[in-house]
């Protein structure tokens, strides 16, 4: 396609259903833990709601670390992908069960209230399977798409923005079809989010072909090998069937936790994990100094990607609250259901990521392209100018009317513009930095500082989403600190960028 590898529309095609099915169910998530049980939720207030979407979208890139190693050194990268598909496709199903329960009984109103139990555990071991599913396929589907092409391949940043593309295309849809179905029942917009993972696997496999001299798994040849991979299988085995029971235990009320508190330790928890492991990399990890300067690149990044994404993704809790609580969704008699919003992001990516795939050639063919660090400035303004609308939005909001629609699309529409500066350029850098061997780690560090951004998205979340009046009237000056924070950032990385393009050596 365009003079890029066969291979790109396997992974485009697997990546756009895995997307698919954790954007449809992350267009309910906060929705459906803050609705009233009587009206089919769980009935979570504004804080225990974004805390637990904060720790849930921080476990999926946070498992992306282990799920790197355990790719380079037990299954191979394809391998992982597809063993990941077919556990985020059970926790979507497991997330679906309350929901047939209704259909197989007939009963309505009443039987929701009613399984309220089995709606709470479904919904935690859906959550639980999802996260270790994407632990293992998201790192390492991005890491097949950088061995593709050759090192120095201009084509290696376009390659990844049709990829990002293809990834949006499952998340432009998914949220407009699983948000119709959860009009009717929460439980079967949780359903079709699976189905769409397992056409994800169905056409990974159909073409597999494409992919051969890819991401194999690693070779063993003497029996000393063969007995470590054996021990290591059965230890991976038993370490998740006891992270499951652990995770169940906490949820099933034996026990009282706060999921804010949980949250906040493990934002501490996730820094100090990301730092050590680099820090280990660097010491201890028989590198070049070169290829310690990279990983100290990667560190450095680590923390603007964090800032960067702990605004982003507030796009499915805070502004995905606000769209249901203060914006106007009537359109001639019809209330937009509020899922729909979350199409917006994805429709504008798909609109803009081939221009800015072909400016990047344009711009590197012409030695003008800008570096790495200079298009993480440019995500980072941007993400802070969007949120710096929201603050006019979210004043309209405080006064006591509904905001229109405009606000919240033209705030995604500058957020979108952010990330197709920071995203598929951050990707396609840390598969150009990651020393040899350590190509699934890095990666898996990349979306670890996704994790944390996540968490602290879900931390906002529960302070910026209005739910009480003293939260509404505060609502304002929320997003204007978010707004001083990003821009601050953007400025101080600004000033950084030549000793990074210094630490980068041959990488441009």
């Known amino acids: 396609m365009f003079g890029h590898p066969k291979g790109l529309m396997t992974l485009f095609f697997t990546e756009m259903w895995e997307r698919f099915s954790y954007y449809g169910m992350r267009a309910l998530l906060i929705l459906f833990m803050t609705t009233a049980i009587v009206d089919g939720g769980l009935g979570f207030d504004d804080k225990t709601s974004g805390a637990i ?86 790192p390492n589907i991005s890491s097949i798409v950088g061995q593709l092409y050759k090192p120095g391949s201009s084509k290696r940043d376009a390659g990844f923005s049709i990829f990002y593309m293809g990834i949006n295309i499952g998340a432009l849809i998914a949220p407009i079809a699983c948000s119709t179905l959860a009009e009717y029942d929460w439980h079967l917009g949780f359903g079709l989010a699976g189905l769409g ?45 006891a992270l499951v029971g652990v995770v169940l235990f906490l949820f099933s009320g034996l026990i009282s936790f706060e999921a804010t508190a949980i949250a906040g330790a493990s934002g501490y928890t996730i820094a100090a994990v990301a730092f050590g492991y680099l820090g280990y990399v660097i010491l201890f990890g028989g590198l070049s100094k070169g290829d310690k300067n990279k990983v100290g690149v990667i560190a450095i990044l680590f923390l603007f990607s964090a800032m960067f994404w702990s605004g982003f ?27 729909y919003f979350q199409s917006i992001n994805s429709m504008f990516i798909i609109l803009f990521a081939p221009f800015f795939g072909a400016m990047w050639v344009w711009l590197g063919r012409r030695h003008l392209e800008p570096s790495s660090p200079m298009k993480f400035t440019f995500g980072l303004l941007l993400l802070g100018i969007g949120f710096f609308v ?20 033209l705030t995604y529409m ?12 951050g990707l396609s850098l840390v598969t150009k930095l990651a020393p040899k061997g350590y190509g699934g780690q890095m990666m898996g560090i990349w979306f670890l500082s996704v994790s944390l951004g996540n968490l602290i998205a879900g931390l906002i979340a529960g302070e910026a989403s209005g739910g009480t009046d003293e939260a509404l009237a505060r609502m304002p000056d929320q997003y204007m600190l978010i707004v001083y924070t990003v821009i601050g950032s953007a400025v101080l990385l600004f000033l950084l960028k030549p000793i990074i393009r210094k630490m980068m050596g041959e990488v441009h």
Request: proline share 3%; aromatic share 12%.
């Open 390 to 409: 929201m603050y006019f939005a979210a004043k309209i909001a405080a006064s006591g009317d509904l905001a229109a629609p405009f606000w919240l699309i």
């Open 53 to 138: 979407y904060g720790l849930y979208t921080m476990g999926v890139y946070l498992l992306a670390l282990p799920g790197g190693w355990l790719a380079d050194r037990l299954f191979g990268l394809k391998k992982s992908v597809w063993y990941g598909g077919i556990i985020i496709a059970l926790g979507h199903f497991t997330m679906a069960l309350p929901g047939v329960s209704n259909l197989i009984s007939g009963e309505g109103h009443e039987a929701k209230v009613a399984l309220t139990s089995l709606d709470t555990t479904s919904f935690f071991l859906g959550l639980i399977l999802i996260v270790l599913g994407t632990g293992l396929l998201k």
């Open 414 to 425: 500058l957020h979108t513009f952010g990330e197709l500066s920071l995203s598929p350029v």
């Open 313 to 339: 993704e507030q796009a499915g809790s805070t502004l995905n609250l606000f769209a249901e609580r203060f914006t106007d969704r009537t359109v001639f008699g019809w209330e937009i259901p509020t899922g």
């Open 197 to 241: 993972m397992v056409f994800g696997l169905i056409q990974y496999k159909a073409t597999a072909k494409s992919l051969e001299g890819y991401g194999e798994s690693p070779e063993v040849q003497t029996e000393q090998e063969i007995a470590s991979q054996k021990k290591l299988k059965s230890l991976v085995t038993w370490i998740g069937i």
